[in-house]
């Protein structure tokens, strides 16, 4: 069982910057692969980026590719969201997932969300 939190969600002005945390419970965190989503009033939850288990790999979705970045810290059991140059169309809620390695990529485990609202 993994348990997931994010934090590091609020307001911001358009062109700014945030940062979002995940801490997730259990000493297998190396052995997950982790997931950004987000999901605006109105519309169905969509990928955001994601990172493999040594964090080789990257995946974005093009609408935030060159602009966000994630990471991951295993000593830490924490993996991040740096946005930058935000715009509106990025206010969300944003969840982290968790997949293992038999379900990706298939995520097992969701966080409950932070808020990221992005004023013009």
């Known amino acids: 069982q993994v348990q997931l939190v994010e934090s590091g969600g609020g307001l911001v002005q358009a062109g700014g910057s945030l940062r979002l945390s995940c801490a997730a419970s259990?000493?297998?965190?190396?052995?997950?692969?982790m997931g950004w989503f987000r999901q605006a009033p109105g519309k169905e939850r969509e990928f955001v980026a994601a990172?493999?288990?040594?964090?080789?790999?990257?995946y974005y979705a093009n609408s935030v590719k060159g602009r966000f970045t994630i990471s991951r810290d295993n000593a830490k059991n924490t993996v991040y969201l740096q946005m930058n140059s935000l715009k509106p169309e990025d206010t969300a809620i944003y969840y982290c997932?968790?997949?293992?390695?038999?379900?990706?990529?298939?995520?097992?485990?969701w966080g409950q969300g932070t808020q990221v609202t992005v004023s013009s």
């Open positions: 259990g000493r297998t965190f190396r052995s997950y692969a």
């Open positions: 990172i493999r288990w040594s964090g080789g790999y990257t």
């Open positions: 997932a968790a997949a293992s390695t038999s379900s990706w990529p298939t995520y097992d485990y």
